[in-house]
């Protein structure tokens, strides 16, 4: 299983429109073949702070969601409503029992 997370700071003025593309592409992402988990949350702390959790079968699910055109143009445009470049990390994860 691939993890994947995510971490975006965005700006005071574009917070709505920020969440509102986020929450499109999870609902997108949720239906791709090998999606086992993607949220996004708002942090309770400092709302202007995103954090994004997905859960892949393998590395060919979460390639394949990366090629999806979509993803580029989500990225892309979340990418210009920042206060900081966005972080992502990736996990391989093997359950436990």
């Known amino acids: 299983m691939i993890i994947v997370t995510g971490l975006v700071k965005v700006r005071a003025d574009a ?9 499109e592409h999870v609902h ?3 239906t791709e073949p090998g999606c086992l988990v993607h949220s996004v ?10 954090f994004f959790f997905e859960q892949w079968e393998d590395d060919g699910a979460l ?3 990366f090629a999806v055109p979509e993803s580029l143009a989500f990225v892309t445009l979340l990418s210009e409503l920042t206060a900081a470049p966005p972080v992502m990390t990736l996990y391989e994860a093997t359950p436990k029992g």
Do not use: F, K
């Open 63 to 65: 390639t394949a969601h």
């Open 28 to 30: 997108r992402s949720r």
């Open 15 to 23: 917070l709505d429109r920020a969440l509102e593309i986020s929450l």
């Open 41 to 50: 949350h708002q942090d309770v702390e400092d709302p202007l702070t995103l």
